[in-house]
């Protein structure tokens, strides 16, 4: 698996991953982000795709008006995702995808949403081009992530979480450019 392409790799560590994904998420969503999922869904509008729609979590707090499209990479947390929408009788259009390379034309969605997404993709400036890529012009792009400080302190300490969260999770700091 050494020779594993990037992409491949990161499908193949969150379907492992995504049975435990929700209780894994939920302790640093606590410290880290409290209330940004809400902060940010509630924001959404129009047709709406989230790129990286993971297991659904966001799925409650997007207004009942938006009409909302999904991509994940891993078919584990699709099939969540979709088991989700259903015990919550919503309606979601929810396709396996790579977010670095959209299935959609240009200027599909008046709103892209993504949350926690962008320290999991091999290529996050790809994945961001891919998001403009789809929006409408005048439409937003939410985000919800972290990124690497350039406090030293803090900079070390995400070094030393990512020796963990990468062999676990896939899980990266983006941004994160160490001098």
């Keep these: ?90 309606a979601v259009d929810l396709r396996e995808s790579d977010a670095q390379a959209l299935p959609f034309p240009d200027a599909s969605f008046d709103t892209v949403v993504s949350t926690l997404t962008l320290c999991a993709v091999p290529d996050d400036r790809a994945t961001i081009t891919e998001m403009w890529r789809v929006l409408r012009p005048g439409g937003r792009l939410l985000l919800l992530d972290h990124i690497g400080s350039t406090w030293w302190p803090i900079c070390a300490a995400q070094r030393l979480l990512e020796t963990v969260t990468i062999r676990s999770a896939g899980d990266t700091i983006p941004a994160a450019r160490y001098r």
Excluded: H
């Design 1 to 90: 698996m050494a020779d594993e392409d990037p992409t491949a790799k990161a499908r193949r560590v969150w379907n492992g991953f995504a049975p435990r994904y929700d209780r894994g998420i939920r302790f640093f969503e606590r410290l880290q982000f409290g209330g940004g999922r809400q902060w940010v869904c509630s924001r959404a509008r129009g047709e709406v795709l989230e790129v990286g729609v993971g297991t659904g979590l966001n799925f409650p707090f997007y207004s009942a008006d938006i009409t909302l499209t999904g991509v994940d990479l891993s078919p584990a947390m699709l099939t969540i995702a979709r088991n989700r929408a259903d015990d919550m009788g919503l």
